[in-house]
C-alpha cells in the first residue's frame, strides 16, 4: 500500500460554547496605535469556520485559522499553509510549510489530515465541508460510520499528504481547499477544550489568538505572529450611524460598508473610503442575439461615478462599436441583476435613476444563469459571461469597501470579504 494509511478515532467533540465570559464594558477606551478596532455588526454566533454563518464568523475564524491553500485579490490560487498543491489524474498531493500553531507546537501531516476530517463528524457535521470534501475516496462510507477511516486521506511523508478523488483532480478542487470552511482547525483544540474551546482553545496558524469575548458587545485579539497591529478589537454596533459616531470620535479605526450606505457619508468620510479588490470585475453583458433594445442613454463614466461617489473609476469608456449601430431608441432595455450582489444592485438602482427608460429586474443567481445560458434575456450585470452569444462591457472592479481612520495601502481582503488583520499596519 502506498503511503500509510491515516487512522481516525472518533472524538467526543464539543460544540458551541456558553455565551459567558464577563459583563459588557460600560466605556469605550480610545484606539492606540498598536490596538487595530474594527467595526462588526452582527454578533459571532461560532467562530469554527466548518460553521460559520454570518459576516461577524468569518471575521474571526478566517483570521485565526489558516487554509491549505488562498485565493488571492485577482483570483489566483496562492499557497496558503500548504507551500504547494499539486495533482495528477485523481491524486491530490500537499506539501506543508514549516509551520507552528500560535502555542508553539509543529503543524505535522498528521494534524492536517485529522482538520480536514474533524467538520464531517458529529457533533460538528458541516454541510460546507461535506460538500467540498464530496469527491474525496471514502467520504460517504465514513459519514455513514461504515468505517473508522477516511480512505482518500493519507500521510506520506513528514511534511506531506495526499488526497484520493473519486475523479480526476483539477482548479475547482484546489479552490475548495482555499474555502474558509476548510480551514485547518486542530481536533485538539475541541478535545481539550471542552464545552467552551471556543473560548480557550481557538490555536491556530493565523498568527493571533483570542483573548476576550464580551458577548454581544466586543472581541479582542492579541497577535502571535507575522505582521500587522499587535491587538485588534472587535465592537459590535447596532447600524452604520452607532458606527460612523464612534469613527467620529475615535473610537474605531475601520468600518465594513454596503455600496448603497456610501450615501451616508460625510465628503471628509467618503475621502477616507477604500474599495478593496476582490476577484472579477462587474459588466454589463448584452445578448447580441436579441436586436431589439437599446442602450442606456448615459455614459458609462457619469453611471459608475453616480454609483459609487466617485470611489470607483469606470473600467471602459464607452460601448462597443459592435453594439453601439444596434440601437433603436423607440426599445426599453431591461437589465437583470443578482439581488444578492450588493455592488450589482446599487449600479443597477443608480442606472434607474439615472435613465428611468430602463427596466430593471432583480433575481437569484441561479435564475439568472438560467437565462443568460438559454438566451432569453437581453443584458444583465455580472462577473462571468454566460451568453452563448454576448459582449460584455467591463464597468467596474468587484471590491468590498471600507472606511479607514488611517491610510492602509496595503490592506486585502480575503474569502466572504473578510479583511486580513495581517494586512493593516
Known amino acids: 500500500m502506498r503511503g500509510r494509511m491515516w487512522p481516525w478515532l472518533l472524538l467526543v467533540l464539543a460544540f458551541l460554547p456558553a455565551l459567558l465570559i464577563q459583563e459588557p464594558k460600560t466605556k469605550l477606551q480610545p484606539v492606540s496605535s498598536h490596538v487595530f478596532t474594527e467595526a462588526i455588526f452582527q454578533n459571532p454566533n461560532n467562530l469554527d469556520p466548518a460553521l460559520a454563518s454570518n459576516a461577524a464568523d468569518w471575521q474571526v475564524a478566517s483570521n485565526i485559522f489558516q487554509t491549505l491553500l488562498d485565493i488571492s485579490p485577482t483570483g489566483s490560487i496562492v499557497p496558503g499553509l500548504a507551500s504547494s498543491v499539486t495533482y495528477r489524474g485523481n491524486i491530490v498531493t500537499i506539501e506543508l510549510r514549516h509551520e507552528t500553531l500560535s502555542n508553539g507546537v509543529e503543524v505535522t501531516p498528521d494534524m492536517v489530515a485529522e482538520a480536514l476530517v474533524r467538520p464531517l463528524v458529529a457533533p460538528v457535521n458541516s454541510q460546507a465541508a461535506r460538500s467540498l470534501l464530496s469527491q474525496v475516496v471514502g467520504v460517504k462510507r465514513f459519514e455513514e460510520g461504515k468505517t473508522k477511516y477516511l480512505q482518500g486521506i493519507q500521510v506520506t511523508g513528514p511534511n506531506s499528504l495526499e488526497l484520493t478523488l473519486k475523479q480526476p483532480a483539477g482548479p475547482g478542487f484546489l ?3 482555499a474555502n474558509p470552511a476548510l480551514a485547518i482547525v486542530p481536533a485538539s483544540d475541541q478535545r481539550q477544550g471542552g464545552d467552551n474551546w471556543q473560548f480557550t482553545n481557538l490555536i491556530g496558524t493565523g498568527g493571533y489568538t483570542l483573548t476576550q469575548w464580551t458577548p454581544d458587545a466586543s472581541l479582542s485579539f492579541s497577535k502571535v505572529s507575522g505582521q500587522g497591529p499587535q491587538a485588534v478589537n472587535l465592537i459590535v454596533y447596532s447600524g452604520l450611524s452607532q458606527a460612523l459616531l464612534a469613527y467620529e470620535n475615535h473610537l474605531v479605526n475601520a468600518i465594513p460598508l454596503q455600496p448603497d450606505q456610501l450615501k451616508q457619508l460625510t465628503r471628509p468620510e467618503l475621502a477616507h473610503v477604500e474599495p478593496l479588490n476582490v476577484p472579477g470585475d462587474l459588466s454589463l453583458y448584452v445578448n447580441t442575439t436579441q436586436k431589439k433594445f437599446a442602450l442606456p442613454k448615459i455614459s458609462l463614466t457619469r453611471w459608475v461615478h453616480a454609483a459609487f461617489f466617485g470611489r470607483l473609476s469606470p473600467l471602459s469608456r464607452q460601448y462597443p462599436s459592435s453594439i453601439q449601430s444596434k440601437r433603436p431608441q423607440s426599445v426599453s432595455l431591461t437589465v437583470w441583476v443578482n439581488q444578492n450582489n450588493a455592488e450589482a ?25 438560467q437565462m443568460a445560458h438559454a438566451g432569453k434575456i437581453s443584458a444583465y450585470l455580472g462577473i462571468i459571461n454566460q451568453f452563448p452569444h454576448g459582449v460584455g462591457i467591463p464597468l467596474v472592479p468587484d471590491v468590498s469597501f471600507w472606511l479607514f481612520s488611517h491610510p492602509v495601502s496595503h490592506a486585502i481582503v480575503m474569502e466572504h470579504d473578510v479583511l486580513s488583520w495581517h494586512s493593516v499596519p
Do not use: E, G, W
Open 175 to 177: 479552490r475548495n481547499l
Open 345 to 369: 444592485m446599487q449600479l443597477a438602482s443608480t442606472l434607474k435613476t439615472i435613465d428611468p427608460h430602463v427596466i430593471i429586474q432583480a433575481t437569484t443567481s441561479t435564475n439568472l444563469s
